[in-house]
């Protein structure tokens, strides 16, 4: 039972990481390059290549995705994985499927849309476990070089030059404009999937009144209070701490519990974008 359990996940797994490098080769060949928006990282490179040379993107993908996948196994080893390799085979593979359409000339629409579409397919296939190589693998690659600088930021550097780059090829200012507008939503995007929306709120609740917060809480939202024992170092003297976590529709509502009991009371709320446990999401076992 677990075997098949473990099969259908690592199926499923693969079919997201499909689903997902469809959707990039649709955001490309329908939005992104009829119009030279750069996306950043080795996509956006090759809509740039392609302006300048007329050499198809599926193949500028392959040309510098395999030697910097090889590359990366000698660095990195093989945690990256197999996954890293059928994203980038078949990101090239659904390139070359998915027929040319200009859906618009509108730049702006394009960006957009682009992005959306970029930001949905690359982050299922982070999702499930996999890489599009590029400018994650090129980050991690140079990182191992110089540790000093994060791979975050090498990722940015990365897109960041790809994005001027194009508008210096294309001869227009509006395009590297443009391609950071994609290269913006397609992050946003990346982040949603990834975290999901937030529809849950957190609240630290430093208080002198905790058993009465904490009832009314209890009882009037129907949501579990843990107390943590604190010190405040100005004062020295021991605080009490309340968490508690509540859907986004009791947000004012527990605000207006913590200030009718105590006025005083410091609070502080936060996004919370995944909670498991009774009351909220179920744990898998």
């Not at 020295?236 to 009791?250: A, G, I, P």
């Not at 913590?258 to 009351?279: H, K, P, Q, R, S």
Request: proline letters at 3%; a neutral charge; charged letters at 20%.
């Amino acid at each position: 039972m677990e075997n098949r359990e473990k099969w259908y996940i690592v199926a499923l797994s693969y079919l997201g990481i499909a689903l997902g490098v469809f959707l990039m080769a649709i955001s490309l060949n329908f939005f992104l390059e009829p119009n030279t928006i750069a996306p950043g990282g080795v996509t956006g490179l090759a809509v740039i290549i392609k302006k300048g040379t007329g050499m198809p993107v599926y193949l500028t993908n392959l040309l510098i995705n395999i030697p910097l996948f090889i590359f990366g196994i000698i660095k990195l080893g093989k945690e990256f994985g197999i996954k890293t390799l059928f994203a980038t085979l078949g990101l090239s593979f659904f390139l070359k499927l998915v027929p040319y359409e200009i859906v618009t000339h509108d730049l702006l629409l394009s960006s957009l849309f682009g992005g959306v579409l970029m930001g949905l397919g690359v982050g299922l296939v982070f999702k499930f476990g996999g890489t599009t190589g590029g400018t994650d693998l090129a980050g991690a690659i140079l990182n191992k070089s110089f540790p000093n600088i994060s791979v975050p930021t090498f990722m940015m550097t990365i897109d960041m030059f790809v994005v001027i780059i194009a508008g210096i090829v294309d001869r227009k200012i509006e395009t590297s404009l443009y391609s950071i507008i994609t290269l913006y939503t397609s992050i946003k995007v990346i982040d949603l999937i990834l975290e999901g929306m937030s529809y849950l709120k957190a609240f630290l609740i430093i208080t002198n009144k905790p058993k009465e917060i904490s009832k009314a809480i209890m009882e009037e939202l129907d949501r579990g209070v843990t107390l943590f024992k604190g010190k405040g170092m100005y004062t020295e003297k021991d605080k009490d701490v309340l968490l508690c976590v509540v859907n986004r529709s009791q947000f004012t509502k527990t605000k207006d519990i913590v200030n009718l009991i105590d006025e005083d009371a410091f609070i502080m709320v936060t996004e919370m974008y995944e909670v498991m446990g009774e009351g909220f999401q179920e744990i898998k076992k």
